[in-house]
């Protein structure tokens, strides 16, 4: 099954990073963007998942206090 390209504009040093890094890691361009962007969409995943359960405020949470306060 083949999937849709996705056009990225890199700027010049962004390009020259990435092929620098593929390069040590002997993968290709592709492989290398593919990683990143499953990264970013896990994070982001995560992140917005974490501040929707804390905005629903179902539980008690400790709260931490200075010794001096």
Same mark, same amino acid.
């Given at each position: 099954?083949?999937?849709? @390209?996705? $056009? ?7 390009? #020259?990073?990435? =092929? @620098? ?7 290709? $361009? #592709?492989e290398c963007a593919q990683t990143a962007l499953t =990264?970013?969409? #896990?994070?982001?995943? !995560?992140?917005?998942?974490? +501040?929707? #359960? $804390? =905005?629903?405020? !179902?539980?008690?949470?400790?709260? $931490?206090?200075? +010794?001096? !306060?």
């Amino acid at each position: 099954m083949s999937t849709p @390209d996705l $056009l990225l504009a890199l700027t010049p040093a962004m390009r #020259e990073r990435l =092929e @620098d890094i593929s390069a040590q890691l002997g993968r290709t $361009l #592709e492989e290398c963007a593919q990683t990143a962007l499953t =990264e970013f969409i #896990e994070n982001w995943d !995560d992140y917005m998942r974490t +501040v929707a #359960e $804390l =905005e629903k405020g !179902d539980e008690e949470r400790p709260v $931490l206090r200075a +010794v001096n !306060d």
